[in-house]
């Protein structure tokens, strides 16, 4: 069936993929985005590190991207992509280095405001995009099938296929039937920094992350950046707001969190204001669920699942939804057939972010939502995994590759690994202490 036109709504990273995708397929790709390019997110200035599957993608949809942001200044991985210098603390353990699969290149890290005004760029020079500066009012269909959407501007565009490519916060268009949706509640608030990065920072590790523990409900991450800086920021779960006074800032992040590592970077200026966003919860629409699919519409990234960015998932799993969109319209073309089969195909990809994120946010009982079954034993066990992680490679590469989604998470199962977390998983001996555990231990 050939396709002569596809809309696609939203022009972030999802949106923005898409329209590259659809572009090799369609005769035309109208990519209708309200706000100006690079039409960044409520969240783009936590720090944001794409994933090495999400970094493939990438690379395969606009090839020479990583080139680019490298001339931009992004921060290269190192002499050797596999072997990646880290202070990683978690479940009672330090990583010194995280173990990657050698695919032949690693991913270069930056700020997402980089990354998309690279991607806005490379979409700008696909001669079959044309870019709409508009608001999508409402789903145009008839029969219970999509076939357009109506602009605030009072225009409508007739379309072979729609992507709702919008994000979690615009909501279902009217005139598409509302999926069942899943909500797990966690009110973390988000507090992000900009300081100067120095040789010998974190003892040459390229990143620093400290994780949540059952005793302390907050975390923190270190990413380089291009201009030569760290993007820093901490969260607190259940409603707790870090500081942004400079002195107070230092003391927390010395004091506050299972490890220390991140104060030391806070001890200089910070070169913009400090930023804030708050994560009420996690969102999944299962639009694999509906009772009956919607002809002409397909719905990608956060409009499917919006995960805590704190584990950085959902970049990387919106852009392998829209190379899986990609093939799904190869196979099926634009009709019922890809109605019925997308939402499946996509929500299978969605799976692993969202029951790894939403795992982990069940740490804690205040933790709201739909709690699966066993969750407390999967989440002992993943410590364990954590823990050998710090001494033993295969466990390394095995917990890097299923967060970095490039292995599912049965991967963690594997009999070398589960050996691994039988030998060296054991909880340790000294608890953390009570006195950084804070109210909400």
Known sequence: MEIDRVVVVGGGIAGLAAAAVLARRAGEVVLVERHPAPALPPQAGLPHAMLLSGALVLNELFPGLDERLRVRGAVPPGPDPTHVPCHWAAAGAVRHELRFPDVGRGRSLCSRELIQQEMWAAVERIP??????????????????????????????????????????RGVPPGVPDPPVTEVGVDIRYTS????????????????????????????????????????????????AGPTDPAEVREYAAAAFADPVLAQLLDRPFLDRPRRYTFRSGLRRHWERMARPVPGFVAVGDTVA????????????????????????????????????????????????????????FTYARTTGPRPRGQARINAYVSRVLRAAAVDDRANLAFTSVTHLMAPPAALFAPPVVAAALRHGAPPKTPADPARAGAAA
């Open 306 to 361: 919006s995960v805590n960015p704190i584990y950085g998932q959902g970049m990387s799993s919106a852009l392998l939804q829209v190379r899986e969109l990609g093939r799904l319209v190869d196979r099926y073309g634009v009709g019922p057939s890809l109605a019925a089969a997308a939402p499946k195909a996509l929500a299978k990809i969605a799976d692993a972010p969202w029951h790894l994120s939403t795992g982990a946010d």
């Open 128 to 169: 079959n995009v044309r870019r709409e500066h508009d608001t999508v009012t409402t789903a145009v269909g008839r029969g219970g099938a999509v076939h357009g959407v109506a602009l605030r501007s009072g225009r409508t565009i007739e379309a072979d296929l729609v992507i709702d490519a919008g994000g979690r916060g």
């Open 193 to 240: 920094f900009l300081v100067e990065r120095q040789e010998g920072d974190l003892d040459g590790a390229v990143v620093a992350a400290v994780q949540h523990t059952p005793r302390i409900p907050r975390m923190g991450i270190a990413l380089p950046m291009e201009g030569g800086l760290w993007q820093v920021g901490f969260g607190a779960f259940f409603g707790e």
